[in-house]
């Protein structure tokens, strides 16, 4: 916050959130979508990373690509709304997901993650987030829930086979973000408190990877103590909804107004990509479980590594065991 820059292009941050919330037509919005762009840019860039500018050029080229594509439907407001209403709608939703980098329209938010700082992806997937939600509220119709659970789908398996953290976070971020947009069908200011709760979860998060310097899931097993492993598998849990944790409280009132309103499908859906999500989580934190590399020093250019913990073994042992006591 030294850095006079840097404070400037935040307060124009902020005043683009105030300003979106404060509009009353679409322009203004617009003009607010384009000032949080102008401001969010220069925050990203890193004299550290030699692919900041790239990422920055991405990111410019895909917010700028749907603001066209938002301010189309508003010059064509007139000819679109006389012929089909339906269409306006499906237009700005189709912007507003583009911005958010939901499925189908991800994949430059994955080409991005590898040349992100941990703080940046926090502003990305979270601050970012709440100007396109809130147009989006304006314009609920029913299609969007098909694309919703598309969404929650793909994010969810698209995030299995993932060794980079960054980019699980980021499928995970999607898959939340569905939740917040399945939340405005049924009650307006439930994502807002959805918003508060997987910021609070992510902060924590993020600052122990950033002190410990983390980016794969292999440097997990390496560069931690047993209590930031602690703090990361409780904090995994709770961002996959698990409970008792408080990543399950949003999700349980958004299921529990879906069960209200007999909404069965949609919240098996929800519930299956969840469950996946959660399954990368537990796949991660096995890892840890039963890797445990003690770092000795340098001796003879070899670095010596011993594996404190095998479940596997416990696993093989117990399962004959377990068999055999069935027959019995």
């Known amino acids: 916050m030294k850095n006079s820059s840097y404070f400037m292009f935040m307060m124009m941050l902020l005043f683009s959130y105030m300003m979106i919330i404060s509009s009353n037509n679409w322009l203004s919005m617009w003009m607010s ?14 004299n550290k990373n030699m692919y900041s500018s790239e990422s920055m050029m991405i990111y410019f080229i895909i917010q700028a690509m749907s603001s066209i594509l938002f301010m189309f439907s508003l010059i064509n407001s007139n000819i679109i709304m006389y012929n089909n209403i339906n269409m306006f709608y499906m237009l700005m939703m189709f912007s507003m997901m583009i911005k958010l980098g939901m499925p189908p329209f991800h994949w430059w938010s994955v080409l991005m993650m590898k ?3 941990w703080w940046t992806m926090f502003m990305l997937l979270t601050m970012q987030k709440i100007m396109p939600i809130i147009i989006l509220s304006f314009i609920m119709m029913k299609f969007m829930m098909l694309f919703i659970m598309m969404s929650a789908m793909m994010s969810a398996i698209g995030g299995i086979n993932q060794t980079n953290i960054l980019k699980i976070i980021l499928y995970s971020s999607m898959n939340h973000t569905s939740w917040m947009l399945l939340s405005l069908f049924y009650e307006n200011n439930l994502w807002i408190m959805y918003m508060i709760m997987y910021m609070l979860i992510l902060i924590m998060f993020i600052n122990i990877m950033n002190k410990n310097n983390i980016m794969f899931i292999n440097q997990m097993n390496m560069n931690m103590n047993w209590n930031n492993k602690i703090m990361i598998m409780i904090l995994f849990l709770s961002l996959g909804g698990l409970p008792p944790f408080i990543g399950f409280l949003p999700k349980w009132m958004i299921l529990q107004t879906m069960m209200n309103l007999n909404m069965y499908l949609y919240m098996m859906i929800m519930l299956m990509s969840s469950l996946i999500i959660l399954y990368f989580y537990l796949q991660i934190i096995m890892n840890m479980l039963v890797i445990n590399y003690n770092l000795m020093k340098w001796n003879n250019k070899k670095m010596k590594s011993l594996s404190m913990l095998n479940l596997n073994m416990i696993l093989n042992l117990m399962l004959p065991i377990m068999l055999m006591m069935n027959f019995i």
């Open 115 to 117: 040349k992100m700082k």
């Open 33 to 46: 979508l384009e000032i949080n762009l102008i401001s969010f840019m220069p925050l990203m860039y890193n």
